[in-house]
């Protein structure tokens, strides 16, 4: 027996699956509490294999293939757990029934979050579905579970992580990347990280280095697929 659901295969033009994801986006605004969102976005995952998670992660690997190895194992492994590790998580919990207790209330922050997704999934290149996918699992884990959307111990550039310190979570870059549309900073819980040993933009730099560091950190950690 499976471990894993194995669903159907989507199929369809680029344009129906937009069309699909964008009506999709509209229901799960509607969720008011963290259990109906958990259990509207289990079933929009559980329809999906681990084979896409697989290929979540061939996409990763490829996207940050420039970077330094020592860093690059660190950030592929971290990521790598995240994705097959929100997965598991889903899925048993909807098994569980878990959804069900969970009557807290949902801020207006989700539906935003909504807008946002169905913008970049159905504007972009690539696999629609893979795309969304990928903004599902960061919503549950935000929104759902109240967890950074980048899982405790993803390193950045400078050596920092996101940290969780007495049920705090901190992020180095959450306060950083507010002029980047896909990013997920704008609805993460967590909080940013003081500055003491937190990776800065350049000091008196121009709009133009500015803007090549948000574009870094947009480029290898707001994985969209």
Known sequence: MSLFPFGRKDSGTTHDQCSQV?????????????????????????????VDIQQMRRNFGRK????AP??????????????????QTIRLRRQQGAF?????????LQQSYWEMVAGQCTAGEGNVRIRFLNYLLAAF??????EPGHPVGTPFPGN???????????????EKTGDVDAA?????????????????PPVGGSEHR????IEQIHRYHHFNG
């Open 100 to 108: 069900g207790a969970m009557t807290e209330p949902l801020t207006p």
């Open 160 to 174: 920092d992580t996101v940290q969780l310190i007495d049920g705090i979570y901190y992020c180095p870059v959450r």
């Open 70 to 87: 020592e860093y690059r194992e660190r950030l592929t492994q971290k990521i790598n757990e995240h994705l097959l590790g929100t997965y």
């Open 22 to 50: 964008a009506a999709e986006c509209q229901d799960l605004a509607r969720a008011t509490t963290r259990g109906e969102l958990g259990a509207k976005v289990a079933v929009l995952v559980l329809r999906h294999s681990p």
């Open 184 to 200: 997920l900073c704008p609805f993460c819980p967590a909080l940013q990280t003081p500055d003491i040993g937190y990776l800065r």
């Open 64 to 67: 940050i293939q420039d970077l």
């Open 210 to 213: 500015k803007q090549e560091f």
């Open 141 to 146: 884990c935000m929104f759902v579970l109240n």
